[in-house]
């Protein structure tokens, strides 16, 4: 009994750490660690408004029409390296107000050099703009490249989604 008391209390303990963020982080990050541990998918996308490949994801609809082809995906689009949040120019571009996305900025506004972000939710975030896709709670894929190609992002959203299980070992044939 008490080795079964023990183990429980060790789960329940194990499972209260998994849910909180590390000390440290910012009201942001533990904000949008809350949002990616849902089940669905979630693409987190930082982008900058000085940023040309940010404004290039944004030119001919890019990423509103990809929003509204993913209604069934969560965004949330992370202004980084900006004083400005930048709404105005998202809006201009048809984002906003999708009902699947959600727009912060970040409050660190530090463009280049000392103090400039370099993680987020203690991930490499050195790109901008750079795209996380989330699943379970877990990062599938992280383009942190620069502006993303949307069939490829379609490819990696499908790819998170697919409850795929990790096949049995391959064993040695008998001799």
Request: glycine content about 6%; proline content about 8%; some cysteine.
């Amino acid at each position: 009994m008490a080795r079964r008391l023990l183990f429980l209390c060790l789960v329940l303990s194990a499972l209260r750490c998994a849910a909180e963020p590390p000390a440290g982080w910012s009201a942001l990050e533990e904000e949008v660690a809350a949002a990616v541990r849902g089940p669905q998918v979630t693409v987190v996308h930082f982008w900058a408004p000085w940023c040309p490949n940010s404004r290039a994801e944004l030119a001919n609809h890019g990423w509103s029409t990809f929003l509204a082809l993913n209604r069934d995906v969560k965004f949330i689009f992370v202004t980084v390296r900006s004083s400005d949040d930048c709404r105005a120019l998202l809006h201009e571009n048809g984002v906003g107000d999708q009902p699947n996305l959600v727009l912060r900025h970040h409050p660190n506004q530090v463009r280049r050099g000392d103090g400039v972000i370099q993680s987020f939710m203690a991930l490499p975030l050195t790109w901008v703009p750079s795209t996380w896709v989330f699943c379970d709670g877990r990062l599938r894929y992280a383009l942190n490249y620069g502006e993303v190609r949307f069939p490829l992002l379609q490819q990696l959203i499908r790819d998170a989604a697919d409850p795929w299980e990790h096949p049995a070992p391959v064993r040695p044939a008998a001799k």
